[in-house]
């Protein structure tokens, strides 16, 4: 079975601060996506690649950066942390050889920026 | 452990039928049961479900809650070739844990 982990469960980091999400897939997925959902809404797309070195600009990409520097790692940046970043931030990742859309979730991180 | 568990896994039926998708869930004490559509790389929202036994509706499609049988029906009445996507089941729960099911993939056949 699949498994997408991420580093944390919660965080809470300071306004101002450099926060790091990781996310690590098991299963040589080319594809890994970076979401976050807030109350009532639906994921709004952050970042995605399709490679490693390659990453795309999803909805939102406002205020983060990502990296991958290895196919099974997918990292999100927030430079400096801003309480308007406080979300729940979901990572995924798809099979190779097909659409984008088949996509494993993990548990998301939680995080507050105070 | 908690488990969301969608079915049918796939489903090809033509433009026109009716389509009902199912997601069951293992989930204790959850917030929020929620529907999304996927087609591109983003899923969309449809529906966030709270409340057992109230139907939301919009348009085409609806969805309702059964939280003694523990599952979730989203329904969509005559269908359009634009419905096929997959159909993602997500579970939030009140320790801010989501957990999605492995999604219906619905094709509809013109």
């Known amino acids: 079975d699949v498994k997408v982990t991420q580093s944390s469960r919660y965080l809470v980091k300071r306004t101002g601060e450099k926060v790091f999400l990781e996310c690590v897939q098991d299963m040589d997925h080319e594809n890994m996506f970076w979401y976050r959902q807030d109350p009532g809404l639906g994921l709004r797309l952050i970042y995605f690649s399709y490679d490693v070195k390659m990453k795309e600009k999803g909805d939102i990409p406002e205020g983060y950066s990502v990296s991958r520097e290895k196919k099974e790692r997918f990292s999100l940046i927030l430079e400096s942390a801003s309480t308007n970043q406080t979300s729940m931030y979901l990572c995924?990742?798809?099979?190779?050889?097909?659409?984008?859309?088949?996509?494993?979730f993990g548990p998301g991180t939680r995080l507050t920026v105070t | 452990e908690d488990k969301v568990v969608q079915s049918p896994l796939s489903l090809v039926v033509h433009e026109g039928d009716t389509v009902t998708l199912n997601c069951s869930y293992e989930?204790?004490?959850?917030?929020?049961l929620l529907w999304y559509k996927q087609e591109k790389k983003a899923p969309t929202f449809l529906f966030m479900l709270?409340?057992?036994?109230i139907e939301k509706k919009s348009g085409r499609l609806s969805s309702i809650l059964d939280k003694k049988e523990l599952f979730s029906i989203l329904n969509i009445t005559a269908t359009q070739t634009g419905d096929s996507a997959i159909y993602l089941c997500a579970l939030e729960g009140r320790d801010d844990k989501i957990i999605f099911g492995k999604g219906t993939r619905l094709h509809i056949l013109p």
């Open positions: 995924a990742s798809s099979r190779p050889g097909t659409s984008f859309y088949e996509q494993y």
């Open positions: 989930v204790t004490n959850f917030r929020s």
């Open positions: 709270t409340s057992s036994g």
